[in-house]
């Protein structure tokens, strides 16, 4: 079975601290809250420096889509997230503060709470037309860059557009076809 979400039909929600918005792609099991959530994926735009929201016992990744980037204080670390390194992995729990260095980011985020499943984030560039690897029973496709991405199996075939998720729960052998994409894949990986 798959699931097409596309981002143009969802609406993002402004932060409490007004220094961004966050769009809430989807989340299992469906309708939880960020107390009760197993996995989450959302997309995020950081407009101003501040803190991150802690989220105990969740592991996160978070990847650059747009933007020149931002500076992640964990007080005795710092990663810059950028378009040359865009994906860090993260504790919930960590004091994470934000420094935006060049204007507004949008940001992938994937949330799994950990002792229940974890995840796994690859990105890959799409030139032509491959198979989709998947390593889970349950796999996220999100568009990050391009024109453009079509997907194909012996039952189906689906257009995306920038931004858009795919979820993707079945056997079913995959390809992947466009001209110039880049997309991540999420395997969500249940314990």
């Known amino acids: 079975m798959s699931q097409l979400i596309q981002y ?30 197993d996995w989450r994926i959302s997309l ?6 501040g803190p991150f ?38 504790e919930g729990e ?11 980011t949008t940001d992938f985020n994937v949330m799994t709470r950990r002792g229940v499943c974890r995840h796994r984030l690859e990105l890959q560039v799409v030139r032509g037309s491959q198979p989709l690897k998947r390593r889970a029973a349950t796999t996220l496709l999100f568009l990050a860059d391009g024109e453009g991405l079509t997907l194909s199996s012996e039952c189906e075939r689906i257009a995306m557009v920038r931004y858009d998720l795919l979820v993707l729960e079945d056997g079913q ?15 969500i990986i249940n314990y």
């Open 94 to 104: 960590a004091a994470v503060h934000a420094t935006v260095a060049g204007g507004v």
């Open 44 to 49: 995020a735009t950081i407009s101003e420096s």
């Open 53 to 90: 929201s802690v989220f105990a016992g969740i592991d996160r990744t978070l990847a650059l889509v747009d933007g020149d980037g931002v500076l992640l204080d964990f007080g005795d670390e710092r990663f810059v997230l950028s378009p040359s390194e865009p994906v860090i992995e993260f």
């Open 173 to 187: 052998e995959w390809t992947m076809d466009a001209a110039q994409a880049t997309v991540f894949v999420v395997d």
């Open 8 to 37: 143009a039909s969802l609406r993002p929600t402004p932060w409490k601290n007004g220094g961004g918005s966050t769009t809430e792609m989807l989340v299992s099991p469906a309708g939880a809250g960020f107390d009760s959530f």
